[in-house]
């Protein structure tokens, strides 16, 4: 079968004939891979930690959708069903015995088509029934984003843990009076944007430029405000919707300081996007964090129970939020230029194995 | 009567003779004041939000142990008891409302000694009784810590709330194996330091540069590791403690930055330092609270329930942990030089009216 | 306009003319109204608390759709927007304060069609825009039961808060494992089921009795389990679903115990029905909820952000769950004997104003 | 050695000699042990789960202190320390994994003194050190109180959790506007009644026929309220101290139904008497536990996190409340009558291996 791999301390990607070979398992026929930033930087071997599962290659690829099309008897799933693989792979520290990966304490975890375990863009794969989320065929396509929603789905469960902190919701219960900003225009800043509209928060997405058409296009639809920091109108932008709870999706300190300047007392930071660029030329900005009694949290990857609601999210929000728009370019596997050069106007490109 | 009291927006504290007014209220007759860092800033005039109650001058002074001289019937005071006054009262905010205060969400509340109320450097005050604390006698001069403690009591409860974003105890339900590190080594740092100890961690409190003997003295008898952090030991120090939990009683930029490199996954970092100072020359320390789910908190002030709890916490382990030794002088209402000059080796100093 | 009637003391239900003030508020049209027992009760006087707003009629009704035909300048609303009225308002203690008169701790509080608050079965009503919650104009007739399943979406936030009390999810993270046993097959039972079950549960639901083919029909098409209680096959039962969490719709104590006798270890009870029936001849019901560290929670009323989830669960499962099914008959205004009178086989009965 | 032996499935109790096998582990002296109702119903052969370890005859007890007299080499106790022993060790269930065997949910664990494992009523034992809790020497003869406080330590962490349901402090953040009324005057009654006080409560404890003298004398002292409930005045009670925490240590079904009747408005109850007597004989108690939203729970066993704040409040509060009162026999190994006989006025008997 055709799959894509890489050489880990190496750059380049190819679409090599390889063996499957047969497991005790389901057997799944990938339908869609979606392409994110980190697939182009295992491409271009920016990434340390990437390692192979055996030999030399590791085939590229974590997010999925697939198809069973043999499964053991006693299984779960039956012929047909629609999939989407788990990425990280537990470890034995006591957080992984529980199901919780994405919060291991000890980094023995494996991840697909990142460190340790081959990856998903490929014609065929064999998966252990628990590391696979059951998926409405209705989906169809949208289930290729089912693998970054759920770290979307993460973040949610963070909030609603670190609104805890102290009573947080407005004086009728609701969120209606609570501004979520979310730093970022690319597909998981777009996703995050509709997740936290739809949980009630009024949204503001906020880049340091204007925005392509097509995105302007889907908040629009969706209601979504638009703030372009560059403009510096952070006071008029606060007054339209006021930040309660800031969402960084892109991973600059420059950001991260406007944040903690603009936000509200209690305010809670989920942090995830990981660019790690920028500096911060004054140590006031903790002054900040302490007066305003701030809660900041990371969020990395993301549970089955994260898997699950994301597949809900996307498969009941889809038409509502036209989410498809997200999707913006379709390649076939063998277009591999696709993970050294971003098409104008990405927001998220897809591998569709049956064109 | 006499009151210590400074002119917001010049130089200077003053012993003034001044008339107290009655109210239908608790009398109360200081005993103690603890003096801190706060009170050193608006005496220099560095703090812009200092304002007075009435007229041009305002009572210093917000770490106080008093007794009632007067009550009126049907209070729940009467004569001779100990109590301890709050620093924060409420505006008209949804958390005022409900006796959180510390959790402000506009900032229009008042601070006795700080902004918009007079303090409590002065023989005698009126005292509405549901802002005062009350106090076990046998407590005697540690009262004049439970304004201080009670911070520390506020980032037990903050702590306590962040852990629950994830099973976060070890496996045998204890603390035993967790390590929480102070950043800090004056009087809130070694309170700190004790309050983390008396609930079960295991703790390394730090500085960078060597400390004096009297502070030494205190960790020894407490079984508190130290950390000179100008060595650069960290392997060796995390070794003997890992760090699952930082608290930051600084504020500087440079330890945040320690802290976020050398906290474990899915630690807990509680800020309430404000010292303001230090630079970040590198965005990856985001990178880093993304990729070990970090949570960070700003504590700021704290709830009536905090200061019970201090209260508590000072009287059942004040001989146990020998915390009278934080108290390093006690001074005269007069010397008011105490404003300008810290003591060397001061950890706390205490002004006490009997003197 | 027409408004169906009672006068609280006396039974009786009756379609009057009556006058509409005109307030200074939303206006909107009745277009559903959802009957439930308690309106039978009232009609049959048999609830000691009912109370009129003004003089000595009450108009009947808590359960309604409604569109805005009228709206003061600046209102949220805009013509022909669809809304569902909240039925208790607050008064003035802390929780009612914060948005929370459904945990209302000393009772005063008004009920719309209940107690000292018109109700909606009217052609028109005036209302303040904070009380009346935004739909989605696609959800029809499905939107006349908000109000019932507001209760279930309190049922769930209840059921998240007491999970917290231990490690509660499955080994990965899900509810996979886990299930939910509804007792009750009445439309809150039924909605209950499939609420549940979205988010996670299998789910089993139990009457003493065969059920309704209408019945049958919806847990079939939505892959709930049905149990008869009356065949006393527990063992078989609880075989294929394991008891984890019950919800009991009905309220007497026969069922509570077989709640008790069956229920897994760290089993969740959640309370909600009132039949008030039955008895208990034995207190070792008590010792096993001490042995199995079961937690049990009586839930009454939901906030405004129970109502909006009730909305988006209705709007976003409708079709996924066939949830029209539940509705078994639509009827006018005029059709009074519907209050003394159940039709063979009714899930829910619906008033439609425009028939 | 000496031991005080039982033979599940008969009725008696024994001093026998039996011989100690050396194991590499804590080498422990008991100091005391302290006699509880469960001890006299092995003793009766009352309880059906009680099992040997080995052979025909179990070691009888579960509640000890004991001093450390020979430890391996790396261990975490030296020669002298106290300790007192843990009494369920875990099976292989997930909740046993992460130390929290009083929550298992498969019912495989053994308790010592209890069901498979041997007790400590014996001169020596063989401990690991995982189970045993570090005591202060300065505890003494209270030490062997740190099990059945344990249990009371647990409820508190299970009140903490459950009142997170809904904002539950007072509006000045403290608990000193509510009242906890505790059922049952045995030891563990007594012992709540302080735990809860020292939390912040009001404390009423209630028993069904007036105070030996001894009880009294306690509850005067700590000013704990006393409520006879034979008298039936139960609204002059609740007037003084209103009931929002209820903790039952009886065990009844006729006191759950004075807790349901007389509790307030989102009252909190704690069930952990296993009496398993009396009966109710209606079941409207359903339709309170809906009306008030409360929230009930059983609580069994505890953690070691429970065992360490056991004797943490043991130490600290010991003087402070003259919890030695609470100690009203110390007799010696040989007086098995005790098994068999309550002493007039017994709150707590223990056995005192130095007599």
């Known amino acids: ?16 004939d390889i063996d499957l070979i047969t497991e005790n398992k389901i057997k799944v026929k990938t339908l869609y891979n979606g392409i994110c930033g980190t697939d182009r ?9 990437v390692r192979p599962e055996n030999g030399e290659y590791l085939i590229l690829g974590h997010e999925a959708l ?69 998926v409405e065929k209705e989906i169809g396509e949208l289930g290729a984003l089912i693998e970054p929603t759920k770290n979307v789905m993460k ?20 969120l209606n009076c609570k501004g979520a900003w979310i730093f970022g225009t690319g597909s998981e800043g777009v996703l995050s944007s509709l997740v936290f509209k739809s949980i009630g928060f009024n949204v503001t997405i906020v880049n340091r430029h204007p ?7 889907i908040l629009d ?17 606060l007054e339209e919707n006021p930040m309660d709870l800031a969402i960084d999706a ?9 944040v903690i300047d603009h936000i509200n007392y209690n305010g809670i930071v989920i942090l995830f996007g990981t660019s790690g660029t ?22 990395e990857d993301g549970s089955k129970k994260n898997y699950i609601d994301a597949a809900k999210f996307l498969f009941e929000y889809g038409s509502k939020y036209s989410i498809n728009d997200i999707i913006t370019s379709r390649i076939k596997p063998e277009e591999t230029w696709i993970f050294n050069e971003k098409p104008k106007d990405e927001i998220k490109t897809i591998i569709d194995w049956n064109l």
């Open 1 to 16: 079968m055709k799959a894509l791999v890489v050489k880990p301390g190496s750059k380049g990607v190819y679409l090599k």
């Open 155 to 174: 973040m949610v469960e963070v909030f609603q843990s670190l609104k805890n902190r102290i009573i947080w919701d407005c004086d009728d219960s609701t």
């Open 41 to 49: 930087e295992i491409v271009n071997n920016k990434l340390p930690f």
């Open 221 to 237: 639809k969706n209601g979504l405000k638009f703030f372009d920091s560059s403009s510096k109108n952070w006071k008029e932008a």
């Open 278 to 299: 920028g500096s911060i030329s004054d140590g006031s900005f903790i002054t900040k964090i302490v007066d305003k009694n701030l809660s900041i949290a990371g969020v």
């Open 250 to 258: 892109a991973g600059s300190a420059d950001i991260f300081i406007q």
């Open 211 to 217: 925005l392509p058409e097509n995105v302007l296009k």
């Open 66 to 134: 697939g198809q069973v099309i043999d499964a053991p008897e006693n299984s779960k799933f039956k012929l047909g069903d629609f999939v989407a693989p788990m990425v990280r792979r537990p470890g034995n520290c006591m957080l992984c015995k529980i199901g919780r990966q994405d919060y291991c304490i000890d980094g023995n975890f494996a991840e697909a088509g990142i460190r340790g375990k081959d990856g998903f863009m490929r014609e065929y794969f064999y998966e252990d029934e628990n590391f696979l989320i059951p």
